[in-house]
C-alpha cells in the first residue's frame, strides 16, 4: 500500500528566503507526481507535475525534483513571498488514476 | 485546464439528513473524482465517477453511504446519505486531463450538527 510523507509538517520563514518542502513515497512504482496548494478552506490548485521518467520540472519560482528509484521528491520555492502561505500537498499516482495524498507542509511567509 | 465548480461551497446540516454535492466541469471528460478531507487529514479518494457506468468505490466507502450520479460528460453528483458529525468534510471533486494531471474544484465544506 503506498504512503506518502511530508516533512515538515509546518514551516515558517521570513520573505525572501529559498525553502524546500520534502515529499517521500513508499511505492516507486509510480506513474507520476503532483505538487498542489491549498488555501485554507479552499480547493487544490495544481502546481508542478512530474511524470515518472522525468527528473525535474519549473515554473515560475517553484521547481520540483523527483528520485523515483530512493521514492523522494523536493518541491523547491525561490525568493519567498507573503502570498506563498498556503498547504503545500504532494500526491503520488501509480497504475490506477488513484492519487494517494501526504498531509501536506503547512508553510507561512512572514512579512 | 479545466475548470470546474461545485455546489453548494458549504452547508451545515443535521444529523440523519442527506446533502448532494454537485460537480461541474468546463470541458467533456472521461474521469472524474470524488475526495474527502476530514479536518486536519489529507485527502482520501472516495470513489471513481465514469460517464455511462456504475462509480468504483474504494476501500472503506460504499454506494449506500455515498451514492454518485454521472449522468454526462461534464457533471456528476456526489450524495452524503444518513449524515453524521463524522461525515463533516470538505468534500472535493476532481477530473483528469492530459498526461492524467488531475484538476480540482473549490471543495464543498460539510459540518454535520
Known amino acids: 500500500k503506498q504512503e506518502v510523507t511530508q516533512i515538515p509538517a509546518a514551516l515558517s520563514v521570513p520573505e525572501g528566503e529559498n525553502l524546500v518542502l520534502n515529499c517521500s513515497f513508499t511505492d516507486s512504482a509510480i506513474y507520476n507526481l503532483q505538487w498542489f496548494r491549498q488555501d485554507p478552506g479552499k480547493g487544490l490548485t495544481s502546481l508542478l507535475l512530474?511524470?515518472?521518467?522525468?527528473r525535474e520540472q519549473t515554473s515560475g519560482r517553484l521547481n520540483a525534483s523527483l528520485d523515483k528509484s530512493s521514492g523522494r521528491s523536493t518541491l523547491y520555492i525561490a525568493a519567498s513571498q507573503p502570498g506563498d502561505s498556503a498547504t503545500y500537498l504532494c500526491?503520488?499516482?501509480?497504475?490506477?488514476?488513484?492519487?494517494?495524498f501526504g498531509k501536506g507542509t503547512k508553510l507561512t511567509v512572514n512579512p | 485546464s479545466a475548470v470546474i465548480s461545485q455546489k453548494p461551497s458549504r452547508d451545515i446540516c443535521q444529523r440523519g439528513t442527506s446533502l448532494t454535492i454537485q460537480c461541474q466541469v468546463d470541458s467533456q471528460v472521461t474521469m472524474m473524482f470524488w475526495y474527502r478531507q476530514q479536518p486536519g487529514q489529507s485527502l482520501t479518494l472516495i470513489a471513481t465517477?465514469?460517464?455511462?457506468?456504475?462509480?468504483?468505490?474504494e476501500s472503506g466507502f460504499v454506494i449506500d453511504k455515498f451514492p454518485i450520479s454521472r449522468p454526462n460528460l461534464t457533471f456528476s453528483t456526489l450524495t452524503v446519505s444518513n449524515m453524521s458529525p463524522e461525515d463533516s468534510s470538505i468534500y472535493l471533486c476532481s477530473v483528469e486531463e492530459g498526461v492524467r494531471e488531475q484538476y480540482f474544484g473549490p471543495g464543498t465544506r460539510l459540518t454535520v450538527t
Open positions: 465517477a465514469n460517464q455511462g457506468s456504475e462509480a468504483t468505490y
Open positions: 512530474i511524470q515518472s521518467s522525468q
Open positions: 500526491a503520488v499516482q501509480g497504475g490506477s488514476e488513484k492519487l494517494v
